[in-house]
């Protein structure tokens, strides 16, 4: 205590009052001298014990706050009676809870980034392996016919690369929370059309039956450029699992509470064990003969879910996978 120069100081001005009354009382006679030297060591040593149990909490408080700062795993800090020192206790004993939280929450960020740029480079190593055996072979081998079907091979390979690097910096955008979404008017009918224009020749050459049942009229809210890369990320995840010959249906309803939109392929469906992680960053699901890596249908769920959206995926009753995409009033 006595390194505190507010409670050396105070001492010095009680022991100057003390003495002074000490000198007065013996002035005025003998009795009162002696009253006021038991007065003044019965008051100095009440102060001085009340001071100390203030110190001794203020340490308790200051050593927990220490072990916060230290990542300790045990904090606890004792009740206090009602004052000042009970809610500078309570609002420290609330500002080092929360610190606690933000590091368990930077640890969980630190092991997420971790994991997340682990799979980052399993998804580019390997095409980049690809590609470069495809440039060797191309390398070594004079027939035309194998090297222009080498060469579209790795092109194809070049066209997932850019689409998985842009998908990841399109998550890592929404991550950081830089992305503003627009709040605009969307007829849904246009939208659909737009996202599906870049499949159109992709449907024709797998023989793939389109069906549209969309009203015209029918509108919903939100950003047009960010929805569509959302639908157009489904319908690739439908494309993936339909093959050839196979079907695509879109239908939209309305009601005074939703807009819904459900895009339905019929493909072979999902696991049961997959559905509560179709939309995990990464998840390829069970099927060991997956062709998608995991980062579609979480840059979907991010898009719609931000503008108010929400998005669920679940295996039709008439066969093959159903996402469902609900937009309130």
Avoid at 270 to 298: H, Q, V
């Amino acid at each position: 205590m006595l390194r505190n120069r507010e409670f050396r100081q105070f001492s010095i001005l009680y022991f100057l009052i003390a003495a002074i009354a000490v000198i007065v009382g013996f002035i005025m006679n003998k009795e009162a001298g002696i009253l006021a030297i038991v007065y003044s060591i019965a008051v100095g040593a009440a102060f001085f014990i009340f001071t100390k149990n203030r110190y001794k909490k203020i340490s308790e408080i200051s050593h927990q706050i220490d072990l916060v700062l230290h990542n300790a795993e045990q904090f606890f800090i004792g009740e206090s009676d009602e004052g000042e020192l009970s809610i500078l206790h309570s609002e420290i004993t609330k500002m080092t809870s929360r610190i606690r939280e933000q590091n368990q929450g930077l640890k969980k960020e630190k092991e997420h980034l971790a994991d997340s740029l682990a799979d980052i480079a399993h998804q580019l190593r390997t095409p980049l392996t690809s590609v470069n055996l495809i440039l060797s072979l191309l390398n070594n081998n004079p027939d035309e016919t194998q090297r222009k079907a080498f060469l579209r091979e790795a092109e194809d390979l070049l066209v997932r690369m850019d689409w998985l690097i842009t998908s990841l910096l399109k998550i890592s955008r929404l991550d950081a929370g830089i992305v503003i979404f627009q709040r605009e008017q969307i007829e849904i009918n246009p939208l659909i059309c737009g996202a599906l224009r870049p499949f159109l020749i992709t449907m024709e050459l797998h023989n793939i039956d389109l069906q549209i049942d969309v009203q015209k009229g029918m509108w919903i809210q939100g950003d047009e450029g960010w929805l569509s890369e959302a639908i157009q990320n489904i319908i690739k995840n439908c494309l993936e699992s339909t093959g050839d010959n196979g079907r695509i249906e879109i239908t939209c309803t309305d009601n005074p509470l939703f807009t819904q939109i459900v895009i339905h392929d019929s493909g072979e469906g999902f696991e049961t064990e997959d559905l509560p992680c179709l939309f995990d960053r990464f998840y390829r699901g069970k099927n060991t003969n997956a062709t998608g890596n995991g980062i579609g249908l979480a840059l979907c769920k991010m898009i719609i879910t931000r503008q108010g959206g929400t998005i669920a995926a679940k295996n039709h009753p008439q066969g093959g996978a159903a996402f469902i995409l609900r937009f309130p009033k």
